[in-house]
């Protein structure tokens, strides 16, 4: 019993001491995280065929939007984890995306973005040569009819609501696309708007669609997706935004104090999805609580 006692009593020494040197630390780090700008890769983007229901290119090293030769439509979809890459609570300020088009047999084109109501997939069909004419979707790829392609039983597949994919009827933003080169969309209002939607929400992170010019043909244009070979090819979205001023209140009490200490050891080796990762790194480590001791104090 007395041994028992005299554990405990050592183990909350041991706990205070710990406790102790960790408010120590915020007088030495200091200092408060600034606006910031990430970059953030593509996680995932694929082409959907009209001729079609079927055909897909989730792993292939180019996606397509516009009108081919043929008169078929081509539409890319793209998507990515901004909650990943921007804290929580965030304020967005500024949005580009940066695509790389690579292939095209029409001149200058109008290609927008439209914000993607339902979620949509990423498979492993891979079309062969120029991948111009897609390649038979597998399980998981978005297809012109289906957002998620089953090859078993393609009609028990989920479907879009309408065929070409469901999307925000305004464009978040146009951009005129010529001849090869890297090509930016944005910052328009629509598209910070949607960013900040999909980090305040990120179960409605479902990216954008790439529409071509489809009122006449051709007007076809073949963008690199984050599976090009050439990394520098691949699409990058640039996001800038305002940190929240206090990220690390997590009970709102406007203050950094020991609940809030408690509350991220809790959560410790987690992954939650949000606060307490301060770094959204996925876990709650190390960073995350050194990042916690240097905002220690009154809320700015
Ligand atoms: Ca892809
Ligand atoms: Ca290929
Ligand atoms: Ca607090
Ligand atoms: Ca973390």
Redesign the pocket.
């Known amino acids: 019993m007395f041994a028992v006692r005299r554990a405990r009593r050592s183990a909350a020494v041991l706990w205070c001491t710990h406790l102790l040197v960790l408010l120590l630390i915020p007088a030495v780090c200091g200092g408060r995280a600034a606006a910031d700008t990430v970059l953030l890769p593509a996680t995932r983007d694929n082409t959907i065929y009209s001729e079609s229901y079927h055909l897909s290119n989730g792993a292939g090293e180019y996606f397509f939007a516009g009108v081919t030769l043929m008169g078929n439509f081509r539409r890319g979809l793209i998507a990515f984890d901004v909650a990943s890459g921007v804290p929580a609570g965030s304020t967005i300020t500024d949005v580009t995306l940066q695509l790389h088009m690579s292939r095209t047999v029409a001149g200058n084109q109008t290609v927008s973005l439209h914000r993607v109501l339902t979620d949509w997939g990423e498979g492993t069909a891979d079309a062969p040569g120029e991948e111009g004419g897609g390649a038979a979707a597998t399980d998981g790829d978005a297809t012109w009819a289906y957002t998620f392609y089953e090859t078993i039983d393609p009609p028990a597949a989920p479907a879009w609501t309408t065929d070409g994919g469901d999307y925000a009827p305004a464009a978040s933003a146009t951009q005129s696309v010529d001849i090869n080169g890297f090509y930016t969309w944005g910052s328009t209002a629509q598209m910070v708007a949607d960013v900040q939607l999909w980090l305040d929400n990120p179960a409605s992170d479902f990216g954008w669609i790439v529409m071509g010019n489809e009122a006449q043909q051709p007007t076809a244009k073949r963008f690199d997706t984050h599976e090009n070979v050439e990394v520098t090819f691949q699409p990058v979205l640039t996001v800038s935004y305002e940190p929240p001023p206090c990220p690390a209140?997590?009970?709102?009490?406007?203050?950094?104090?020991v609940?809030?200490l408690l509350t991220l050891l809790g959560a410790w080796g987690t992954n939650p999805g949000g606060p307490p990762d301060l770094d959204g790194d996925g876990t709650v480590a190390v960073p995350d609580l050194l990042q916690l001791l240097a905002s220690w104090g009154p809320c700015p």
């Open positions: 209140d997590f009970d709102g009490d406007n203050a950094v104090a609940p809030d």
